[in-house]
Nanobody
Framework: QVQLVESGGGLVQAGGSLRLSCAAS????????MGWYRQAPGKQRELVAV???????NYADAVKGRFTISRANAKNTVYLQMDSLKPEDTAVYYC??????????????WGQGTLVTVSS
């Protein structure tokens, strides 16, 4: 079993910054892609940023140039640095990970979500 623990959400004024963290633990043999999604009220969950093991990143157009995703591979931890935040970035942010378990299974795991609120 693999668990994700997120931290770093909160309330910030427009133009401010926040850094989200997500640490994976449990029966992990190896970690493939890790990333962040978000869901705003009344909207579907959407990709924010994802980072593969080869260092390849993919960002949503809405956050390019403002958000930066990074990983500490040895710690199975992924970060999301969010700068120049806008009110439309307000959402619950979810961590997503694709580990291979010790039993050899390929999994997809979600965090519990952390709320980011950007005031105007």
């Amino acid at each position: 079993q693999v668990q994700l623990v997120e931290s770093g959400g909160g309330l910030v004024q427009a133009g401010g910054s926040l850094r989200l963290s997500c640490a994976a633990s449990g029966s992990i043999y190896s970690m493939n892609a890790m990333g962040w999604y978000r869901q705003a009220p009344g909207k579907q969950r959407e990709l924010v940023a994802v980072l593969g093991t080869g260092g390849i990143t993919n960002y949503a157009d809405a956050v390019k140039g403002r958000f930066t995703i990074s990983r500490a591979n040895a710690k199975n931890t992924v970060y999301l640095q969010m700068d120049s935040l806008k009110p439309e970035d307000t959402a619950v942010y979810y961590c997503n990970a694709k580990p291979q378990s010790l039993s050899g299974r390929y999994l997809e795991v979600w965090g519990q979500g952390t709320l980011v609120t950007v005031s105007s």
